[in-house]
């Protein structure tokens, strides 16, 4: 079983899901994705996080970015489920969750860490891009429920950062200065940046997020 590291391309499957058949490149198409796995069906932390994704779908969508969940059950657990979530957390589930059944997406994701549970996925993360390569993991214990918020994040970061010869600093939000790469030499900055930069040390200068209006 290989560890998908980040550059990596996604690998693809075919699985069943509460949505049909899916195809996981064809589905996306030209789409940014998030994977993400739950180490089993009607369990609390994860009805509160499938609840949660279902909120934020409109905001993956400006992103560009559709949403997949995967569980190591099957498709009639997961419509029960489904039911419950929707009660529970006051939404409607309104993306697929694969049924992961022979655990073959799973192994192929390295989603199963005998050390911690040997039969249930933890809490993995993929984000994908529209070249369907892997740009983020992220690998979170069963009993951790996840930041849902720091996902749309990262995308935000993830997304800019493609585009433009900037990195996002810590806790960077968007809309917030960024740093401008080491590879860009300062006397190029303000063709490049127009918004004007800061050089706050000779290897970090900051701009104004360019991508705003």
């Known amino acids: 079983m290989a560890t998908i590291r ?24 030209d789409s940014w994705g998030i994977l993400f796995s739950h180490p089993a069906d009607y369990t609390p932390v994860c009805t509160t996080e499938l609840g949660t994704v279902a909120k934020y779908k409109n905001e993956f969508a400006k992103r560009n970015v559709k949403v997949v969940a995967l569980s190591v059950d099957g498709i009639e657990d997961h419509k ?30 390295d989603m199963i860490h005998p050390n911690a549970d040997s039969k249930h996925t933890v809490r993995s993360v993929f984000v994908i891009g529209a070249d369907k390569k892997v740009k983020l993991t992220i ?13 749309l994040r990262v995308i935000d970061s993830l997304q ?3 585009y433009h010869k900037v990195a996002t600093p810590a806790n960077w939000k968007h809309g ?5 790469v080491p590879t860009v030499a300062t006397e190029d900055i303000p063709s490049l940046f127009p918004k004007g930069h800061k050089e ?12 705003l209006d």
């Open 6 to 29: 980040l550059g990596d391309e996604a690998p693809n499957f075919t699985a069943n899901s509460t949505e049909g058949q899916i195809n996981f490149h064809e589905w996306l198409g």
């Open 80 to 109: 029960g489920w489904i039911k419950d979530i929707n009660e529970t957390q006051n939404t409607s589930v309104n993306f697929p969750i694969i049924a992961d059944e022979d655990r073959k997406v799973s192994q192929l994701y």
């Open 139 to 151: 690998t979170y214990p069963a009993s951790t429920g996840r930041n849902f918020e720091e996902l």
């Open 160 to 162: 800019l950062t493609a």
């Open 176 to 180: 917030e200065d960024v740093v401008v």
């Open 200 to 211: 706050v040390k000779p290897y970090l200068r900051m701009t104004p997020q360019p991508n």
